[in-house]
């Protein structure tokens, strides 16, 4: 089982920023593809970004030129820096990984738990 720990929500006003990190965790993986979610109250849970193991990226319009995913590869892990934050940001985050695991590359996909993220105008 791969693991996720994600840190790094709470509460800023409009126009801060937050780093939210996204730390996988197991034996023998690798990472395709890791991306960041959000779902606010009564709404659907919506993608806002994601990034393959190569550096290939893809943003919601509504984040485009505010937020930035990245990953570190080396340590599994991976980072979504949120700047310019509106109050319609405000949603709980979620990691999402997709990979591969074990000596036969079984494919499997994990979630976090999520982490708050709440922008006060």
């Known amino acids: 089982q791969v693991q996720l720990v994600e840190s790094g929500g709470g509460l800023v006003q409009a126009g801060g920023s937050l780093t939210l990190s996204c730390a996988a965790s197991?034996?023998?993986?690798?990472?395709?593809?890791m991306g960041w979610y959000r779902q606010a109250p009564g709404k659907q849970r919506d993608l806002v970004a994601t990034?393959?193991?190569?550096?290939?990226?893809n943003y919601a319009d509504s984040v485009k030129g505010r937020f930035t995913i990245s990953i570190d590869n080396a340590k599994n892990t991976g980072f979504l820096q949120m700047n310019s934050l509106k109050p319609e940001d405000t949603a709980v985050y979620y990691c999402?990984?997709?990979?591969?695991?074990?000596?036969?590359?079984?494919?499997?996909?994990?979630w976090g738990q999520g982490t708050q993220v709440t922008v006060s105008s």
């Open positions: 197991g034996s023998a993986f690798g990472v395709n593809l």
């Open positions: 999402h990984v997709e990979g591969y695991t074990g000596s036969y590359y079984y494919p499997f996909d994990s």
């Open positions: 990034i393959t193991s190569g550096g290939t990226t």
